[in-house]
């Protein structure tokens, strides 16, 4: 059974920094590139990084580049998305989805404040 399961969000003021974590069980976790989306309410979900299956291939949206970082542990199962200089249009749930695949996790919030 696939399981997969982000954390680190949480409340933040305007310029400070999360990591987010997301471990994938009962898959083939260093086969697949991982790709790091969010979601806020009434839009659709917007990909905002990508860790390729060989870790040096990172591609970022425009909208966090420089400020957001991506990498992976394939020993731990884990891919995690560093963030800095948050600002409060980067308040929303971020998932986590292997890709190509069906999979995806609940998600977890990240709220930033002015």
């Known amino acids: 059974q696939v399981q997969i399961v982000e954390s680190g969000g949480g409340l933040v003021q305007a310029g400070g920094s999360l990591t987010l974590s997301c471990v994938v069980s009962g898959f083939p976790f260093s086969d697949f590139a991982m790709a790091w989306y969010r979601q806020t309410p009434g839009k659709e979900r917007e990909e905002i990084a990508t860790?390729?299956?060989?870790?040096?291939?990172?591609t970022y949206d425009e909208s966090v580049k420089g400020r957001f970082t991506g990498s992976r542990d394939n020993a731990k199962n884990t891919a995690y998305l560093h963030m800095t200089n948050l600002q409060p249009e980067d308040t929303a749930v971020y998932l986590c989805?292997?890709?190509?695949?069906?999979?995806w996790g609940q998600g977890t919030q990240v709220t930033v404040s002015a």
């Open positions: 989805h292997p890709r190509p695949s069906n999979y």
């Open positions: 860790i390729g299956a060989i870790r040096d291939l990172i």
